[in-house]
């Protein structure tokens, strides 16, 4: 539970993901919770509920550290590039273009929204593995940089690219390295379905050689993601600097490794990931050291952090309604949002942190489980968890929400997205409106020979 230790005053503010709440939040005189200086029962009131509420300091902090920590620990070229399946919108992605990094893309609607964002062609690279034609296309023409997952994707790009102006491209493997997260947010063992196989690399960078439409400039690998362990990336590193070595004999002008994201995030108590500035540090030594080991000019080192810079920036207000309280067994409260929302808990029981943000400090607490409101027995938000008492309209924040919540957030029920709100410096921005039950109906069609008159 989070009681009043995630606003403790020794937090680690240069590194948003090591704190449960946004680094601005604070408490005020009449015991509320701010956040960005905006009363969140207030933001409450005036933009209604479920609302994601970003914190605009922690996402540009989150950014800034990156950067520096990548000027003071690598010795060559970098570009970070947020992955923007954790959170894609135009103005994150104006954010974080303008804090200097480039994005990862895995559709055309993530490349749509990071070109209108204002994020530059050539600093966005295109992953996925079962790219469409249209959508290479569309990255081709944007002078986007394409990573090569399979063999489909270089039929595909046959017919695409040209002489004149060749494909901008990296290629993907998997590199053998297990991690401990959950199993489906694994990606770098043997048995997955992105990127090459390493016994393919070899044959594909000698074909690869031969087209004239193809500008091989880098290599990616991604090992999995809430990752709190630092060694899986060191160990990537020497893979990865073995496959660089491998490629630049056969003759391609390699200049990016790219080591893919997974740095992981506080959203509980116990949960203690690294701070970004020490992830940062042990991919640079492990690339400069890989590197120094086998003669290597040091390559432009990229990576791809998603849920370290907008996690933690962002948290969820729900207003409580609906109590059940089943005797001897557990009190069900329940929350205007759930599983729509945030499919988190559901999908990979992930844990959550909260508190009502009008006593964030009240310890007089009993234990409640959080549902939310879906048609669905499993659409449970935060399981026997502390809450002072209670009543219905009161709001409660949870925490942590600001990746994987809107960009895998459904329609189930037929509950429209919560609106997002940016805040900083007491002042606060709409940044996604909220959908309405008839936005709906919009992509319904009706056809004539079922609409009866009675
Ligand atoms: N690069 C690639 C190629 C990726 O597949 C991912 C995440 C990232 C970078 C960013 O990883 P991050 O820094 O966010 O860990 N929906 C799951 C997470 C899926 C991650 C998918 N790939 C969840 O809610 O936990």
Known sequence: MLGSKAFEPNRDIDSPNRNIAPITSEINDSEKLLVGGCQLSELAKKYGTPLYVFDELSLR????TYISSLKKHYPGDYLPLYA??????????????SEGFGLD???EGELLTALKGGVKGENIVFHGNNKSRDELFFAYQNNVTIVLDNNHDIELLKNIASEGKPAKLMLRFTPGIECHTHEYIRTGHLDSKFGFDPDQVESVLQELKMYKWANLTGLHAHIGSQIFEVQPHVDLAGVMADTLKLARKIGHPIA???LGGGLGIKYVQEDNPPSIDKWVEVISKAVVIACSERNLD???LMCEPGRSLVANSCLTIYKIGAKKIVPGIRTYLSVDGGMSDNPR??????LYSSCLVDKPLDSNCEKVTIAGKHCESGDILLKDFSLPSCESGDFLAVFGTGAY???MSSNYNRIPRPATVIVGDGCVDLIQRRELPEDLLQLDVLPDRFI???
């Open 345 to 350: 808990p559901i999908t990979y029981q992930s």
């Open 298 to 300: 040091l390559p432009r």
């Open 61 to 64: 902090t989150a950014c800034k």
């Open 452 to 454: 009866t008159n009675n």
């Open 84 to 97: 923007s399946k954790a959170n894609s919108s135009l103005a994150i992605c104006a954010i974080i273009a």
């Open 256 to 258: 990016d490794l790219n």
């Open 105 to 107: 893309a895995v559709s």
């Open 405 to 407: 919540n809107y960009s």
